[in-house]
């Protein structure tokens, strides 16, 4: 029940709209027209990957941040823990990062004539992951900020999240891009750049990749989850 209540809640949210369904669509429509040397599955996975850090990093965590008296009080009355809100939101998260890819998807089909293939399965998987885990990062700055100060941080934060999958060491080889790409490599979003480049391109997924590309997430998250308060303090 509350899944369901939190899901309409967000689809009657105009930010929602707006940031994570209008934006990541009109993305696809601007990389069509620009960069024509992108291969159209590429396209639809920067596009989605926009609709999710900004649903989850920005919608996400002020929803979160809006709530968190609520819940921190019912926690104190009842069995339902912070943490059990928690795996509530990441369903309703995972089912609202699915939405932004259909919802991307068929505009890029209908639009563009993007051509349904077993490769849009692969990237959609990589792409709800990735989902997972900038929510969890949203999930605790929600329950950790107030609302005004995610209105300051959110728009830095979702650049930052968007420049771990930027290909810097394909840029050049100066001293400066060489540590950029040491510290990427920390981060998930490094080896999704990866993979889905090994998807545009037919070739055969690095296994070497997929295992870091979960490695680092569950090394990642792993400390977020222990910074959720348990609201019974």
Do not use: C
Request: charged share 10%.
């Amino acid at each position: 029940m509350i899944k369901l209540i939190q899901i309409k809640q967000v689809l009657r949210n105009k930010r929602f709209l707006m940031f994570t369904m209008f934006i990541p669509v009109m993305w696809y429509f601007l990389l069509y027209n620009l960069q024509h040397d992108l291969q159209p599955i590429t396209m639809l996975g920067i596009a989605v990957f926009i609709g999710i850090i900004g649903n989850s990093l920005a919608t996400f965590s002020k929803r979160i941040s809006s709530n968190s008296q609520f819940y921190f009080f019912q926690s104190r009355i009842s069995k339902y823990s912070l943490k059990k809100y928690f795996f509530d939101q990441v369903v309703v998260q995972l089912i609202l990062n699915l939405l932004i890819f259909m919802v991307v998807l068929l505009a890029a089909v209908l639009a563009f004539g993007l051509k349904l293939d077993i490769y849009l399965l692969e990237q959609f998987l990589f792409l709800m992951i990735m989902g997972l885990y900038f929510s969890a990062i949203g999930f605790v700055m929600g329950t950790r900020l107030d609302s005004k100060i995610l209105d300051t941080i959110s728009f830095p934060i979702i650049v930052v999240a968007a420049m771990t999958i930027v290909p810097f060491s394909q840029m050049g080889s100066n001293k400066f891009i060489h540590i950029i790409s040491k510290v990427q490599k920390i981060f998930p979003g490094y080896y999704y750049n990866n993979l889905v480049q090994d998807i545009a391109s037919n070739a055969n997924i690095n296994v070497n990749d997929v295992l870091l590309f979960f490695v680092t997430i569950v090394v990642d998250i792993l400390p977020l989850y222990f910074l959720i308060p348990n609201g019974r303090d």
